[in-house]
């Protein structure tokens, strides 16, 4: 997050003025083989600046006057983290995008992506990020390899299981976790379900089998008939002195049928 600092000064017969080209929707991720690409979509002409946070004089990790930015796997910072059950790597990657050619300004915006590259498509990885109070980063979608599996959604939700997307909330508020996966053919478990603050703090509020850790913070999850869709109201809460609250759950993959009867959601 960048501070500005504000001197007040009196002027006469002064306007400011906002700066006409803005975003105007969330950026579009790809997850290539050996690179990372976000695109960006604004109302009046490309950004002027596209850079990896904190590498602005990095000339591979900066992207000028166009509506996209390419980073190569392991450069600018980009975060490699391995998995194990399942298999594969997640890449992480935080932006920033300054629209003005000199000065940022309060249209700009900064963006963290991630990349999800599985060796097995048995269980995968996805999570959902919950600005509290404050509006750091927004955490964009994980995107997937999609061929070797379903499509699958982890999003927080108002007002109900179908309700709008949330990205900012006070402590307290309801909420709805939700979490889905398409195909007709496929039944799904939420497992292994962690809280993190972004610090290296995590809690396991999901275990293996599905079952809510603590009923104050998070139940067992509810499933739809078809068990392709899997939700659960909370109160929103956070770590102390934290504003940005993650969550990160696996999703175990079944055929409809006697392998998804092996699950267990007790």
């Not at 629209?99 to 963290?112: A, I, K, M, N, W």
Request: hydrophobic residues 35%.
């Amino acid at each position: 997050m960048r501070n500005v600092f504000i001197i007040p000064m009196l002027f006469l017969a002064s306007v400011a003025l906002k700066y006409p080209n803005e975003i105007v929707d969330t950026p579009i991720v790809i997850c290539e083989a050996d690179r990372i690409i976000i695109k960006i979509k604004t109302s009046i002409s490309n950004p002027s600046h596209i850079y990896v946070d904190g590498r602005e004089n990095d000339l591979e990790c900066v992207s000028r006057n166009q509506n996209k930015i390419e980073v190569l796997h392991d450069k600018c910072g980009m975060v490699n983290e391995k998995t194990e059950e399942p298999t594969g790597s997640i890449r992480r990657l935080c932006i920033f995008v300054q629209l003005h050619p000199l000065f940022v300004t309060e249209s700009d915006r900064s963006y963290c992506a991630q990349c999800v590259y599985m060796d097995s498509h048995v269980m995968k990885d996805i999570e959902s990020t919950l600005d509290i109070s404050e509006a750091p980063p927004l955490q964009l979608s994980p995107q997937f390899d999609a061929p070797v599996m379903p499509k699958c959604n982890y999003s927080i939700r108002k007002e109900g299981k179908d309700g709008p997307p949330v990205q900012y909330a006070s402590i307290g508020d309801s909420v709805f976790h939700v979490w889905s996966c398409d195909g007709d053919h496929n039944g799904i478990l939420v497992q292994n379900c962690h809280v993190e603050d972004g610090q290296g703090n995590k809690i396991l509020i999901i275990d293996q089998n599905g079952c809510g850790i603590d009923h104050y913070v998070m139940d067992t999850p509810v499933y739809n008939g078809e068990q392709s869709i899997a939700y659960q109201e909370t109160h929103v809460f956070k770590f102390a002195q934290r504003t940005v609250t993650r969550f990160i759950c696996q999703i175990k993959i079944c055929m409809k049928g006697d392998d998804c009867k092996k699950l267990s959601v007790n």
